[in-house]
């Protein structure tokens, strides 16, 4: 199997275009810090790609990307589709952006689907443009990648909507999943989860039956978005449980026998400067942070 992290960023990216905070500052000063939003790239066979989520710098993500550049026909282009965590808008909103493919196949759970369907009008709105294949993401059957081998299987997290989709829809826990991809060859897998707002039973089975784990790196504790300002809402408040503390997620990864790294790291997250020292703590606990660019083959 092999992907390629696209991004790294939580919503607004690094620099997000509106903020000065440290985090910021220091990514405009040294430009090796940037970081676009949180993405990955999926070989689902040669020459067959799937994004996972569709961001707002979807766009450059393809283009800066060599395995995902169109060709040889003047409209041939290897993204196959995208396939969906979640449907907040930094994971979303880049399916407008493919309006110009004839068409793709999008696989999300059905509060997902809903939520775009319904108050993002994205159905309505891009009908004109492009046919979008949507195909249901369910823990009992698992879906597998068109043209490939990679078996997909949405492991629940969380009933947290999006802002605009708050008071629609019923509490499932699929309103916000982890993704269990799985190539049958092998049975190598790797589970991405972004967004992760509470560690249950079924979570821990998951990660501990993964052979690479993508997490959910958006804070680095959980005071962090009250002392910076940006909120009145800690971390689990926001949805997103921090790394470090006594409800962090580094202490129940540490001692696992999987190759763990985080990503959707938000701005005010000390782990933007490369030069932390909350870096060695992760070292220390056999954690990393992701990068932009980075190959992982499974
Ligand atoms: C999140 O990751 O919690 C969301 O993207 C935040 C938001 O943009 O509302
Ligand atoms: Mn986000
Ligand atoms: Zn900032």
Same mark, same amino acid.
């Given at each position: 199997?092999?992907?390629?992290?696209?991004?790294?960023?939580?919503?607004?990216?690094?620099?997000?275009?509106?903020?000065?905070?440290?985090?910021?500052?220091?990514?405009?000063?040294?430009?090796?810090?940037?970081?676009?939003?949180?993405?990955?790239?999926?070989?689902?066979?040669?020459?067959?790609?799937?994004?996972?989520?569709?961001?707002?710098?979807?766009?450059?993500?393809?283009?800066?990307?060599?395995?995902?550049?169109?060709?040889?026909?003047?409209?041939?282009?290897?993204?196959?589709?995208? $396939?969906?965590?979640?449907?907040?808008?930094?994971?979303?909103?880049?399916?407008?952006?493919?309006?110009?493919?004839?068409?793709?196949?999008?696989?999300?759970?059905?509060?997902?689907?809903?939520?775009?369907? =319904?108050?993002?009008?994205? =159905?309505?709105?891009?009908?004109?443009?492009?046919?979008?294949? %949507?195909?249901?993401?369910?823990?009992?059957?698992?879906? @597998?990648?068109?043209?490939?081998?990679?078996?997909?299987?949405?492991?629940?997290?969380?009933?947290?909507?999006?802002?605009?989709?708050? !008071?629609?829809?019923?509490?499932?826990?699929?309103?916000?999943?982890?993704?269990?991809?799985?190539?049958?060859?092998?049975?190598?897998?790797?589970?991405?989860?972004?967004?992760?707002?509470?560690?249950?039973?079924?979570?821990?089975?998951?990660?501990?039956?993964?052979?690479?784990?993508?997490?959910?790196?958006?804070? %680095?504790?959980?005071?962090?978005?009250?002392?910076?300002?940006?909120?009145?809402?800690?971390?689990? !408040?926001?949805?997103?449980?921090?790394?470090?503390?006594?409800?962090?997620?580094?202490?129940?990864?540490? =001692?696992?026998?999987?190759?763990? @790294?985080?990503?959707?790291?938000?701005?005010?997250?000390?782990?933007?400067?490369?030069?932390?020292?909350?870096?060695?703590?992760?070292?220390? %606990?056999?954690?990393?942070?992701?990068?932009?660019?980075?190959? $992982?083959?499974?």
């Amino acid at each position: 199997m092999l992907l390629q992290v696209l991004g790294t960023a939580a919503g607004g990216g690094l620099p997000q275009w509106n903020c000065a905070c440290p985090g910021c500052a220091g990514a405009r000063t040294h430009p090796h810090r940037r970081r676009r939003h949180a993405s990955l790239a999926l070989r689902a066979d040669e020459g067959r790609w799937y994004l996972v989520n569709a961001t707002p710098d979807i766009g450059d993500q393809i283009e800066d990307s060599h395995a995902l550049r169109p060709g040889p026909g003047p409209r041939e282009s290897p993204v196959a589709g995208v $396939i969906l965590t979640d449907a907040e808008l930094d994971h979303t909103l880049g399916i407008a952006r493919l309006r110009e493919a004839d068409g793709f196949d999008v696989l999300a759970t059905r509060p997902v689907r809903d939520a775009l369907l =319904g108050p993002l009008r994205l =159905g309505e709105v891009l009908a004109p443009y492009t046919r979008i294949e %949507w195909r249901e993401l369910s823990r009992e059957a698992e879906v @597998l990648v068109k043209g490939g081998t990679v078996e997909i299987d949405a492991v629940p997290v969380s009933a947290k909507r999006p802002r605009y989709a708050v !008071g629609t829809g019923t509490d499932e826990p699929t309103w916000v999943v982890a993704l269990r991809l799985r190539e049958t060859s092998t049975g190598r897998s790797l589970l991405y989860a972004p967004a992760l707002a509470g560690w249950t039973d079924d979570f821990q089975d998951a990660v501990e039956q993964a052979d690479f784990v993508i997490l959910d790196g958006t804070f %680095w504790d959980d005071d962090e978005p009250v002392r910076t300002g940006i909120s009145a809402r800690t971390a689990t !408040g926001m949805g997103h449980l921090p790394i470090a503390g006594p409800n962090g997620t580094a202490r129940r990864l540490a =001692g696992l026998g999987a190759r763990c @790294l985080y990503t959707h790291l938000n701005n005010t997250n000390p782990l933007v400067d490369p030069d932390a020292p909350q870096h060695t703590l992760l070292g220390e %606990w056999g954690l990393e942070a992701a990068a932009d660019r980075m190959v $992982i083959e499974l």
